[in-house]
Nanobody, 116 residues
Framework: QVQLVESGGDLAESGGSLRVSCAAS????????IAWYRQAPGKTREFVAS???????SYADSVKGRFTISRDNAKTTAYLQMNSLKPEDTANYYC??????????WGRGTQVTVSS
């Protein structure tokens, strides 16, 4: 089993920055992908960014150039650096993990609120 714990969600001003973190623990398979999704009230959960254990990244068009996903050297913690925040970035941000052994895992989310 793999467990995910997000942290770092907060209130930020429009144009500001925040960094959220996702700590993965348990039976982590060396080849995996960690991603961030977000869900705003009344909306479906949407993809934000992902990074594989081979450092391949992918971003949603809405965050390209503003958000950066990274992982620590041990590959067990993922970060999402969010710059130039907009009110439409307000959402609950969820960490997602997948590998061929454990399957898909989700964290419980961390709330990011951007004031206009």
């Amino acid at each position: 089993q793999v467990q995910l714990v997000e942290s770092g969600g907060d209130l930020a001003e429009s144009g500001g920055s925040l960094r959220v973190s996702c700590a993965a623990s348990g039976s982590i398979f060396p080849i995996n992908t960690i991603a961030w999704y977000r869900q705003a009230p009344g909306k479906t959960r949407e993809f934000v960014a992902s990074m594989s254990s081979l450092n391949r990244t992918s971003y949603a068009d809405s965050v390209k150039g503003r958000f950066t996903i990274s992982r620590d050297n041990a590959k067990t913690t993922a970060y999402l650096q969010m710059n130039s925040l907009k009110p439409e970035d307000t959402a609950n941000y969820y960490c997602y993990y997948t590998d061929n052994i454990n399957g898909d895992r989700w964290g419980r989310g961390t709330q990011v609120t951007v004031s206009s």
